[in-house]
Structures are given as C-alpha cells and as structure tokens.
C-alpha cells in the first residue's frame, strides 16, 4: 500500500489532474453547447476557480457534502469540478427525485451545502435546513441563480486544496436488494486511476495528437456521464461537445464535428431508429461506447451493419467506476458483442461459486472485483459494506457471468434484485415497500420485463386486501406524485397470489415468465 508521503498530497486531488491536462492554449473551446454557447479552458478554470473561493467562504467543516440537484448545464459541470478543486465531496442527484427520495437522502447524507433549481427552492430548503444543513443555492439551466451571484465576484484565483488519494471525491446514491439507497463513496484515487486507464485503453488522442471531441448526451448525476464521459475528455484535454438532454437528432447534427460517442443502450435503440443514421454522417467518429446496461446483441449488430461501426462495450458500477472493457485496438483483440470485455488494468475479477471457490472457465458463478477502482464503503454503513466485501478483499458485484476461452467476461444476468431501465435503476424493494404501505394493497411483487427501448421496464403485481377492489390509475398516480418517474411500474396487474418457493420466497422468476411477453 504506498504510503501517502510518495505524492505530494496535492496531487491526489484529482483536480489537480485534470486541470494539469488543460490544453496549453486555454483559449480553445473546451465545451460547446446545443444551445450555441461556448466555454474555452480559460473559462473553466476561471470559473471553477471562482465557485471554489465561494465554498471555501463558507469555512465548512473538511470532508463537508455538496448535494445537487440541478438539470444538466455547464455551469453545473463547473460545480461538480470546483467542489473537487475546493476539496469537498459531491453528491449528485437525479433530477426525477422527489420529496421523499431527496429527505432521505439529505437525512442520511448531512450535506453542508445544497444546490437546487429555482423552481425546486422552495420545498428543497425546507428539507436541507430542517436537516440541519446551512447553505442552500439555487441553480438555473437558463444560467441564473443564487450560486452563479455569489460566486461571480470572488477571485478567479484559487489554490487547489491538498488531498490524499484516499480522501472521499463523492457520494453516489445505489441501492441493493434491500431497502434504501447506501451512499458509495468515490475517493480520488478511485476516480483518477479509472480516468487514466480509459484514457490509455480507448485510445484518446491529446491536441497535438490530433485531439478528441467527446459528444456528451448523458445525464450527469450518475456515474456514466459525470465520471466516465466527463473525466475522459477533461484528462485529455479534449473538447466536449454538451447536450443538455439526449435528444437522437441532435446527436446526429453534431456527429460530423465529433470522435467519441458514450452511451446506455437505449441511446443507441434511439438512433438506430433515426433515418439520418448512416456510414456518411459517422464517418469522423472513431470510437461508439456503450455499457450501463446490457447492450442487446442485436443492437450490436445493427449499429455495425448500419453505421460500419462496432460499439466497445464496458461494464462498470456505482461502487467500483469501470471493471471491465472490450479493448479499443484491436492489437489487443476484437469488440465482441454479448460480452464485457477484459478486467481493465490493475483490476482483477474472479468468478466465485456459492461457497466462495474460484470457478473455472466458461462455469457461471458471481463476479466479484479487487482493484483501485473499488469504493471506499457506503456512506456510514460499515455493517452493509463488511457483507458486500469478501475475507479476502473482493466486492461482491452482484453480477452473474462468465469469463470464457479467450478471457472476454459475459455478465449472464444479477443475483440482485435489480431492474435496469434506460440506464437508471430500480430497485423492485423499494417500490414493493411503498404499494404495500398504499391502502388496498396485501402485498406486491415488482418484477423487470424485457422492452424495446429501456431495455426492461417494471411490472407489479398486486395482491388486493380481502374484499378491495384495486384502482390501477389511481395506484399509478399515487406512484408518480410521490416517486422518481423512471421508478413508476409501466403497468400493474391485479392477481390472487404469489407464487413461492417452499421457503417463503416469492419466485419472481416464474412471474418474469408469465409476463415476459412484454406490454
Ligand atoms: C424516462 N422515462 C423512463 C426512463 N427515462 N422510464 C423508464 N426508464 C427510464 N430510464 C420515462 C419518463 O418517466 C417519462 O414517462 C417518459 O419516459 C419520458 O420522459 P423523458 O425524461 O423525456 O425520457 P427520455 O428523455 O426519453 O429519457 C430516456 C433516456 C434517459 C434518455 C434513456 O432515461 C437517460 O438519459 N438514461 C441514461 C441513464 C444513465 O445515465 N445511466 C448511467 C448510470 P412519463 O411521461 O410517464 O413520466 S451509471 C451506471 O449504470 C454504471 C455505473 C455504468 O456502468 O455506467
Ligand atoms: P449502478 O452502479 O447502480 O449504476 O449499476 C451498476 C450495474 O449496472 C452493474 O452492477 C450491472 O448490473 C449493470 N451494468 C453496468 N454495465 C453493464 C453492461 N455493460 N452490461 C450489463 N450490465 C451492466
């Protein structure tokens, strides 16, 4: 384990990494947005700086939570860059999170600051300082806000705070099997080495390499867009061309000017629907990346018979960054679609049986993972996070799959009970929890089904209390008043019983067979 005195601790702030790889004329354009406006390096480092000065005003306690919840705007990446620069921990939030989801999370986070839009102010305040939380700005899309006017006159001069690898970068709400969300905390180090990796393995070409241009489409309170796609451009000193909501045509408006692409499957569903989608409009892009979500062979398939492209798929967490990846130079061997690729470079997986024995190739059993990328714990839960790490120091991905003759790693399906729509997840306990506390309602069962366009998409089955006759709209407007909208089930069914294992155990297998024909 290197002690910390091997670099200066300065550098572990993986601030200090990304601005060090600024392009040396600071006055090219380092993002350009759909709705024609453009930050040059200058500009970011300016700014960031100036946001830094505005935290480090508020004298907050060290290792102080910055929470947001804001739509997707450059000023927003310049948050989430000057809360690394300043040294504190960022917290992202879906922007789909309604009151209860953000008590809760704001309860068991304790964030010194909260950013929120203006529009969101009012009942966002109210929970932060009723949590105990001091200073809450607000931030527009349209550029406005009480954190763009507080920041705007502090110097554009700022000392990077001094932190440790191991020192906590963020906070990223996950869900298991289980109940509420657990806090994954990113270091640094967690972050800096993954960004370096992906820079090497994907082939990133600095400037005077010839330069990148990252079309970024993704939301970015999650790990995709904010570190894979954000950090990926920013360590190379490439341009990123900035949507503020992914929109298929737009995508393809922009392509020409672009080398890079990242994004869920769905993204590539959608645009693979789009009749503008051809050999001629990617003929500048080098490089499609997909992952989130399992990547249909098909779509594959079709993205390479359409666009003479073939999509790198990589397989990454919340806890641990990116595990895995097909390899970009095919020196290193082919993208090979219904696969995950290789462990990356410093990371290693091994496939366990249920007794914890290392299976053989081509044998099905749980990933598990060890390596730089691997979070430090979930936040305030060292119970949870002593269950999901092995005696030997392997996270328990949750994962099932496969490594096979040529060492490419295949995820066959999740020992957790998770859904994977359009990228996001959903947690079938938790939306289980809340239809049984719904009047009526005995006791539900949320289970995924395959879909065209999410992928999968939730389904619950409700059983009725004796003698309720269940209100299916009502349930689903109850659901969308109080949940996320990507959460809310896309349909419910009313039926007798659940079916159970002679354990108890309702088998949510049976009940994905019976509705699996979809919609
Ligand atoms: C929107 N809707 C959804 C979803 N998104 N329903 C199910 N699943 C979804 N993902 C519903 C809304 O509730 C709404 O329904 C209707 O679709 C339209 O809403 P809208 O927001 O306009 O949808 P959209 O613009 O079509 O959004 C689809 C999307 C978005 C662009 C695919 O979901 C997206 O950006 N997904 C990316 C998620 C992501 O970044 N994942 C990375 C996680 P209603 O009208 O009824 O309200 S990081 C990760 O997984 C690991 C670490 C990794 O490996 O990267
Ligand atoms: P989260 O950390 O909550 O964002 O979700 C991580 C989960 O997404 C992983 O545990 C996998 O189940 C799933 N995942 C991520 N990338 C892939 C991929 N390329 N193929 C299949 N599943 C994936």
Redesign the pocket.
């Known amino acids: 384990m290197p002690t910390h005195h091997d670099t200066p601790p300065h550098q572990g702030n993986l601030f200090t990494a990304l601005r060090a790889s600024f392009p040396t004329n600071l006055d090219a354009t380092a993002v350009e947005t759909d709705n024609g406006l453009f930050y040059t390096w200058r500009d970011l480092d300016r700014a960031t700086a100036k946001m830094a000065n505005l935290l480090d005003s508020l004298e907050l306690p060290e290792g102080s939570r910055v929470a947001v919840q804001v739509e997707k705007s450059v000023e927003a990446l310049i948050l989430y860059l000057a809360t690394l620069r300043a040294g504190f921990v960022f917290l992202p939030l879906n922007t789909a999170y309604q009151s209860a989801e953000i008590e809760y999370f704001i309860g068991n986070a304790e964030p010194a600051v909260v950013v929120c839009t203006e529009k969101n102010f009012g009942w966002v305040s109210k929970i932060a300082f009723k949590a105990g939380t001091k200073h809450v700005f607000t931030l527009s899309e349209n550029v406005t806000g009480s954190l763009l006017d507080r920041a705007a006159n502090l110097s554009d001069q700022h000392e990077i705070a001094i932190k440790n690898s191991d020192d906590l970068a963020a906070i990223l709400y996950t869900s298991g099997t289980t109940g509420r969300s657990k806090g994954a905390m990113l270091t640094h180090g967690n972050l800096l080495s993954n960004a370096l990796v992906l820079k090497d393995y994907w082939g990133w070409r600095t400037p005077d390499q010839g330069g990148d241009v990252l079309i970024h489409a993704?939301?970015i309170f999650?790990?995709?867009?904010l570190f894979?796609a954000i950090h990926g451009a920013l360590i190379n000193g490439s341009k990123m061309i900035w949507l503020s909501?992914?929109d298929p045509k737009v995508v393809l408006e922009k392509m020409p000017e672009a080398t890079i692409f990242m994004g869920?499957p769905?993204?590539y569903v959608r645009l693979l629907a789009e009749p503008g989608l051809n050999q001629d409009v990617v003929k500048n892009m080098r490089l499609f990346i997909a992952?989130?979500?399992p990547l249909l062979i098909e779509t594959f398939n079709a993205w390479q018979t359409q666009t003479g492209h073939t999509i790198l798929e990589r397989?990454?967490?919340?806890e641990t960054a990116m595990l895995t990846s097909n390899p970009y130079d095919t020196k290193q061997g082919e993208r090979r679609g219904g696969t995950v690729g290789f462990p990356l470079q410093g990371v290693t997986i091994r496939v366990q049986d249920e007794k914890n024995k290392t299976l053989p190739t081509g044998e099905i059993g749980n990933i598990e993972v060890k390596g730089p990328n691997v979070f430090k714990g979930y936040w305030r839960m060292p119970e949870k996070t002593a269950e999901e790490f092995t005696a030997d120091g392997f996270f328990k991905t949750g994962d099932v799959g496969k490594y096979d003759e040529r060492g490419y790693i295949t995820i066959v399906g999740r020992s957790k009970d998770l859904i994977i729509?359009?990228?996001?997840?959903v947690y079938p306990a938790e939306i289980e929890g809340y239809l049984n506390d719904l009047p009526g309602i005995e006791e539900s069962a949320v289970i995924g089904i395959p879909h065209p366009d999410?992928g999968e998409?939730g389904v619950a089955l409700l059983i009725a209390k004796k003698g309720i006759i269940l209100d299916h709209a009502k349930i689903i407007a109850n659901m969308?008043a109080n949940l996320a909208?990507?959460k809310?089930p896309k349909q419910c069914f009313v039926i007798d019983a659940l079916p159970r294992n002679t354990m108890g155990k309702v088998q949510k297998n049976i009940l994905r067979e019976q509705y699996a024909k979809g919609l």
């Open positions: 993704l939301p999650h790990v995709h867009g894979v909501k992914f869920v769905t993204l992952g989130s979500a397989y990454g967490m919340s729509s359009g990228g996001y997840n999410f998409v969308k909208n990507f809310v």
